[in-house]
């Protein structure tokens, strides 16, 4: 079924570039806030209590992992316990918290898993993002990020953070890397 | 009212095949995650915290039982107390946490209950569905489902899931089989 | 500023029954969930956790008192605690929790009060508010009402539940009864 | 990166007025339930639980601050321990709760910041907000506001509360300031 899907209409529209790029990705790195959620935080008396996250983007965690043998990782600026509950969940290994220079966190990343920076996928949405995408192979960006950033991007998703952007991403990435080297 | 409402508009547009298929229906079995809810899981430091249900689907979930005497089921591959609590709030009797195998799940259910899949309804919208909703008689899901989940079923709801997918999905069975058998 | 905001465009498309309807209101009821909810309801491994309120209805709430005397009260079927902290946040006096006939309730407050029904407002958005609908002397819905109660309603709201619906239709309340008896 | 964005399309179609006004900011301030947020507030059976609050504002008062040294306050009538821990988070100091009378608190703000109001700009959303937006010499407010209170600021964002609109306006401001005086 997977075939199917990735052979369908969606990945029709897609540049050449694009593919290429996808085709090559090893290693999907992505932001949180904004990216895996919509940016929102939910606060009680007691400070930042909850985040949103989608269980569609963790089964496109899933499916990489699965169908093409690709991890993904979490950059974020923010020391956030509960990003790492959710990588937990996902088992999700390349979790970077409280990451103030992205773009030296994507090289050091790639350099130990032995890739060169344009295996890597980088997926952000605001400004402390632009170094990061400027650096990654396949540089992506929900719908709805910050215009400066979806300027940058090789592929702006067509659904916004927190609802669909990654899984989008991810099922670009599957597609680009099976319709190369498809699976038995 | 509900004759009235069930001879409406929206159904107008049903085709014959739908319509056949729904009114053999006797048991709808749902996922949870992106068909009961949008698929947002609430993280908070200490993991998966809250998910949103929707109180209209619930009416949904009563009036099958109330005026069609048909039971609603949810069959969800995480191992969720949540879905436990809103399963117990509802009356549901048939609540099958941790299923890997849904199709195989339809089956059992329906045998145990000496229904055939052909009258058993399922409501998906992702990867994992996909067997279940080949098995099912008749085979939904929201507006915003997985694409390949939206090419397999026999009918695409216009409401996404969390937001009226199951209510949808619901009073067309309703409609199908009260026009068939209407009670006195 | 009122006098200014109420005598603009959003009410020139109001007709003459709704305005006369409109006009005799001295009580606002409405269901809660769906109408000053979205239907969401947050269940956690507890059960029920929490429903978003918006603060815009609130705001609502405060003038109609305030502007024109108008109390407003919530009848739901719910027998719901946290429906009774919003209603002490925004001073409602008139709570009627766990109620299965709404159509009885409204009558009852409207006697205990020396008001006839044609004085009541009603707001609700499912099958189980279309009895109160019908005794109502003025019966609104949200836009994304259940299909017959759209139907059954003088005025269908722009705003779904939960977002804007209540205060959309409080100030229709205010519009038409300040301008037949405006304040000094 | 900055300047690029900020010479880009979204600020070509702001009148010369608004430009004007907004180079003059030197504070903004902003309410906070409709601005900051959607509106929502989750009650659970204790009260008041949670407000939802968008990292990219959050952004939007780090980037005023480090690209123009421009400081951002709360003024917000609700006293809402929620509004306060969002304030630290971001390192707001202009915070101002159970503030009834804005525009008063507009002008001692002002002052004791040796500001004049046509220095200050304030965002608001809501019939309260009315006073403190006629005061400020650049007064905006999210695409959702209340009608009079859309008819009453120099700019309305595209983007609805809680989803862009503090950010947007942010960005305006930082636009207008930064042309007039371009930091090396």
Do not use: W
Request: net charge negative; with cysteine; glycine share 8%.
């Amino acid at each position: 079924m997977v075939n199917a899907a990735t052979a369908r209409s969606p990945f029709t529209a897609l540049t050449p570039d694009v593919l290429a790029r996808a085709s090559r990705v090893r290693l999907v790195l992505t932001d949180c806030d904004g990216v895996l959620t919509d940016g929102g935080v939910f606060y009680s008396a007691y400070g930042e209590e909850m985040i949103r996250f989608d269980r569609r983007d963790g089964m496109g965690v899933e499916r990489l992992r699965a169908l093409a043998g690709i991890e993904t990782g979490i950059v974020t600026r923010e020391r956030s316990e509960v990003a790492a509950r959710r990588s937990e969940k996902l088992g999700i290994r390349e979790l970077h918290l409280g990451t103030l220079d992205k773009a030296a966190a994507l090289e050091d990343i790639a350099r130990r898993r032995d890739l060169s920076p344009s295996q890597v996928a980088f997926l952000g949405d605001d400004a402390n993002d632009l170094a990061a995408l400027a650096r990654a192979g396949f540089a992506g960006c929900p719908a709805d990020a910050f215009e400066p950033v979806r300027d940058a991007c090789h592929y702006v998703c067509h659904a916004p953070g927190g609802h669909g952007a990654f899984r989008e991403f991810a099922e670009i990435v599957l597609h680009a890397v099976l319709r190369e080297s498809p699976r038995p």
